[in-house]
């Protein structure tokens, strides 16, 4: 008695890839985002009110943070199969204060909608 492939396996494999994929871009959005704020918060009090014992090492910690915010929007994008418009838009939105929560929100749902994970 032979067992025929199963068709249903590559696409739960997938969407549980996905959704792997999803939940660390998500994750990585916030962080850049929280990070960005946190570095335009240190900006403007050094430069705009002058403060001066302001934490230089911020600035770093985004830069960090946005570089594996990038390499983990790539890996979505390219599971998800995003057109090259809206997987630079979506790496662009963790330089914008604010714009990385929702492009991430309006990502998620679309993800979630096209691949129901």
Partial sequence: MSSAPDKTQPST?????IASALLRYR????????????????MVAKYIFEVENVPNWIAVVHGWVYLVYL????DLA????WPAARTIGTLLAGTIPF???YVEH???EQV?????V
């Fill in 71 to 74: 390499v983990l929007t790539v």
């Fill in 27 to 42: 994750v990585l959005a916030y962080a850049t985002g929280i990070w960005l704020l946190v570095l335009v918060t240190e």
């Fill in 106 to 108: 309006k990502r998620t």
């Fill in 112 to 116: 979630k909608a096209d691949f129901a």
């Fill in 13 to 17: 494999d997938k969407n549980r890839k």
């Fill in 78 to 81: 390219i599971k998800v199969r």
């Fill in 99 to 101: 714009l990385s929560f």
